[in-house]
T-cell receptor, first 110, second 116 residues
Framework: TQLLEQSPQFLSIQEGENLTVYCNSSSVFSSLQWYRQEPGEGPVLLVTVVTGGEVKKLKRLTFQFGDARKDSSLHITAAQPGDTGLYLCAGRYNFNKFYFGSGTKLNVKP | NAGVTQTPKFQVLKTGQSMTLQCAQDMNHEYMSWYRQDPGMGLRLIHYSVGAGITDQGEVPNGYNVSRSTTEDFPLRLLSAAPSQTSVYFC???????????????FGPGTRLTVL
């Protein structure tokens, strides 16, 4: 059983469309991270959210942490082919333990 | 800085063989972790270390051993490889701050292991 449930698992959209990826749990996390991973490489951190209700923006990417610190979302506006990749959420549960979601594989077609 | 390096990049083992996956970081990070990534499962924590001489178990520790004799190195040992250990293994490191370990983990490029 995954501590963090990520949805959708796969997403294939046209360039210019908007999308939202969700990361949900029944557990409370002290912080939550979003990573992007390219094939054959390790995950690279995009953002960390710490405070319940926090919203962070990174160009066309908007990240939100739920008020109860149990869930998060990643919204991409006007997706581009360069956004293609595997998006992973990770929750910091206890000291140095991080639990990852199963990932969302995004394909943006030109 | 090279960041986090892992060797080998690829490895094929036969069931029952043992081997060590190497991980090194040159950022003087206190925290280091080992994960495995399987299709549809995300990354799962195997073992982690909060400093030289200190290690602890993660989500899926069975079949793996670790030690941390220096700040830079954190090797992962497979004692008797099994097909269920076929996976991609990632090492990560992070620095410490006032809240303990940092939220920012730096990942290596991974080791793709196949056990026949």
């Amino acid at each position: 059983t995954q501590l963090l449930e990520q949805s959708p698992q796969f997403l294939s959209i046209q360039e210019g469309e908007n999308l939202t990826v969700y990361c949900n749990s029944s557990s409370v996390f002290s912080s939550l991270q979003w990573y992007r991973q390219e094939p054959g490489e390790g995950p690279v951190l995009l953002v960390t959210v710490v405070t319940g209700g926090e919203v962070k923006k990174l160009k066309r990417l908007t990240f939100q942490f739920g008020d109860a610190r149990k869930d998060s979302s990643l919204h991409i506006t006007a997706a581009q082919p360069g956004d293609t990749g595997l998006y992973l959420c990770a929750g910091r549960y206890n000291f140095n333990k991080f639990y990852f979601g199963s990932g969302t594989k995004l394909n943006v077609k030109p | 800085n090279a960041g986090v390096t892992q060797t080998p990049k690829f490895q094929v083992l036969k069931t029952g063989q043992s081997m060590t996956l190497q991980c090194a970081q040159d950022m003087n990070h206190e925290y280091m972790s080992w994960y495995r990534q399987d299709p549809g499962m995300g990354l799962r924590l195997i073992h982690y270390s909060v400093g030289a001489g200190i290690t602890d178990q993660g989500e899926v520790p069975n079949g793996y051993n670790v030690s941390r004799s220096t700040t830079e190195d954190f090797p992962l040992r497979l004692l008797s490889a099994a097909p269920s250990q076929t996976s991609v293994y990632f090492c990560a490191s992070s620095y410490s701050n006032q809240r303990g370990g940092s939220d920012t983990q730096y990942f290596g490029p991974g080791t793709r292991l196949t056990v026949l």
